[in-house]
């Protein structure tokens, strides 16, 4: 079982940057799959970002050029670097871990906001 906390949202205007970083305790960080999902006000959760355990990355097409998903295995951390960011873009951000497809966990999310 793997435990997932999210840090660095905020505030930011229209065309900033973010960094939001997901903190993992337990064990078998590297045998797990991990990404970045968001959720707006009244819409469905929606995965943006995964990197899975040999490095592959995929994005949403939503996000693709502006967002870049990264970890760390040393330091049990996902990273998920946000630049030219726009309104649309607000939402709460969860990290997920998923190992095999069977066992995925969540973090408690953390807001953006973006905003003039």
């Known amino acids: 079982q793997v435990q997932l906390v999210e840090s660095g949202g905020g505030l930011v205007q229209p065309g900033g940057s973010l960094r939001l970083s997901c903190a993992a305790s337990?064990?078998?960080?590297?045998?797990?799959?991990m990404g970045w999902a968001r959720q707006a006000p009244g819409k469905q959760r929606e995965l943006i970002a995964q990197i899975t355990t040999d490095g592959t990355i995929n994005y949403r097409d939503s996000v693709k050029g502006r967002f870049t998903i990264s970890r760390d295995n040393a330091k049990n951390t996902v990273y998920l670097q946000m630049s030219s960011l726009k309104p649309e873009d607000t939402a709460v951000y969860y990290c997920?871990?998923?190992?095999?497809?069977?066992?995925?966990?969540w973090g408690q999310g953390t807001q953006v906001t973006v905003s003039p």
């Open positions: 337990g064990s078998g960080f590297v045998l797990y799959d």
């Open positions: 997920n871990g998923d190992k095999y497809g069977l066992w995925s966990y």
